[in-house]
């Protein structure tokens, strides 16, 4: 899956099977149910969803038959899905604007699988904000233009905020 400007829902799908096989619905609910407070998802994306990772070889499907009802796809994470999911949610979010969604998803994943490297990941993430701020000042400090300064400054203003934010994710996921 390659990495862009856009925050797809793809990798948290992967997540969800990382403790084993569920069918669609099972998936919708707990998409919702676990993470519809940061990221919303409807039921038929989540298929579209599901049917790019089965092309992509990054999930399997098995059908099982159902007495009085139509077969139900069941999705199996496979080892490459696993290896994606993994070097996923190890990954800094790049952009300020997808922390909201993209981090909080890592965070949440972290805890749920109990996966080892959150303070590293806390690391990368304070250094790109970091980065960021940096960038952010060298440009307040090149232009004339006092609208562009604001805007800058507003930026600025939210990395420093997500910095903190990031310090306190230690304190709450030790």
């Known amino acids: 899956m390659p990495r862009d400007d856009t925050t797809l829902p793809q990798p948290v799908l992967l997540g969800l099977l990382m403790l084993g096989p569920r069918h669609g619905y099972q998936l919708y609910q707990e998409?919702?149910?676990?993470?519809?407070?940061?990221?919303?998802?409807?039921?038929?994306?989540l298929y579209a969803q599901l049917k790019q990772l089965e092309e992509a070889g990054l999930v399997e499907v098995q059908v099982e038959p159902q007495p009085n009802r139509p077969a139900r796809k069941v999705y199996h994470l496979t080892a490459e899905g696993r290896e994606v999911f993994l070097d996923w949610v190890g990954q800094p979010t790049p952009y300020l604007r997808?922390?909201?969604?993209?981090?909080?998803?890592?965070?949440?994943?972290?805890?749920?699988?109990?996966?080892?490297?959150?303070?590293?990941?806390?690391?990368?993430?304070?250094?790109?904000?970091?980065?960021?701020?940096?960038?952010?000042?060298?440009?307040?400090?090149?232009?004339?233009?006092?609208f562009r300064r604001l805007v800058l400054e507003f930026r600025r203003g939210q990395l420093e905020a997500a910095t903190r934010w990031l310090d306190q994710c230690l304190e709450v996921y030790p």
Do not use: K, N
Not at 31 to 45: A, D, K, N
Not at 107 to 121: D, I, K, N, Q, V
């Open 98 to 146: 997808h922390m909201r969604v993209d981090l909080l998803a890592r965070l949440y994943f972290f805890r749920y699988l109990s996966l080892p490297g959150l303070a590293e990941l806390v690391a990368q993430q304070e250094a790109v904000c970091q980065a960021q701020i940096e960038r952010f000042d060298r440009l307040a400090a090149e232009t004339d233009d006092d």
């Open 31 to 45: 998409f919702g149910r676990e993470l519809g407070r940061v990221w919303q998802i409807g039921l038929s994306q």
